[in-house]
């Protein structure tokens, strides 16, 4: 075994989204429910995200100035992946075109 071999760790995972502190803008854009759609500063909108009892997650930070959620950071994880699963399989239904019908599976495409 060479050496230094032993002590590797797996990489670690980023979080997929900031959170709370995590977000790094000045201002932010806040939406969710019982906001008020507005820019913030950020330690403003963590402040009602915290007297809320739910987090503030930066959803687009590519926007200018970007946009958090108030929401419930699990709650959200698991809409998403329960969203990304539906979508996954739809993706071999069944579909009209015309009078006849087609299905697919992978690249083969057959009429019903």
């Known amino acids: 075994m060479k050496p230094g071999f032993n002590n590797r760790r797996p990489p670690k ?3 997929l989204h900031k959170i709370n502190e995590n977000i790094t803008a000045k201002e932010v ?5 019982n906001v008020a759609v507005d820019v913030y500063p950020t330690a403003k909108a963590i402040e009602m995200a915290y007297e ?3 987090d ?9 100035p ?5 929401v419930d ?3 959200y994880l698991y809409e998403q992946k329960k969203k990304t699963k539906r979508d996954q399989s739809e993706c071999g239904k069944a579909r009209g075109e015309g009078n006849s019908f087609w299905t697919e599976y992978g690249r083969a495409r057959y009429r019903l």
């Open 73 to 75: 950071y699990k709650k």
């Open 29 to 33: 854009r806040v939406v969710g429910e």
């Open 13 to 15: 995972k980023e979080d």
């Open 66 to 70: 970007p946009v958090c959620k108030i």
């Open 52 to 54: 809320q009892g739910l």
């Open 56 to 64: 503030l997650v930066e959803i687009s930070p590519n926007a200018v």
